[in-house]
């Protein structure tokens, strides 16, 4: 059974930081991107980055570069989500997806976790 489990999300202020978590089981972990996109309410979806797993290489989208950093800890089959300098804009349900094969947009990876709430207050 594939699963991709998130967790770290929560309430912060304006400027500070969280750390999501990517569990991910069931599929080849190392032969997979692994993507993020958000949702907020009464707003478009957004991708905002992905991780080639294998290679280490990773792609943000430029709301988020700078201030978002994507690491991948193989072992653990866990992804890393280091989301620094939070503003109130990214706040949304932030999704965990995973393919073997795509590597935009992350929405229409095969797999997608349950996601999880960021709320980033003023």
């Known amino acids: 059974e594939v699963q991709l489990v998130e967790s770290g999300g929560g309430l912060v202020q304006a400027g500070g930081s969280l750390r999501l978590s990517c569990a991910a089981s069931?599929?080849?972990?190392?032969?997979?991107?692994i993507g993020w996109f958000r949702q907020a309410p009464g707003k478009e979806r957004e991708g905002i980055l992905y991780?080639?797993?294998?290679?280490?290489?990773?792609y943000y989208v430029d709301s988020v570069k700078g201030r978002f950093t994507v690491s991948s800890d193989n072992a653990r089959n866990t992804v890393y989500l280091q989301m620094n300098s939070l503003k109130p804009e990214d706040t949304a349900v932030y999704y965990c997806?995973?393919?073997?094969?795509?590597?935009?947009?992350?929405?229409?990876?095969?797999?997608r976790g349950q996601g999880t709430q960021v709320t980033v207050s003023s």
């Open positions: 997806t995973a393919d073997p094969i795509k590597l935009w947009p992350p929405w229409e990876f095969r797999y």
């Open positions: 991780i080639e797993v294998s290679s280490g290489d990773t």
């Open positions: 069931g599929f080849t972990f190392d032969d997979s991107a």
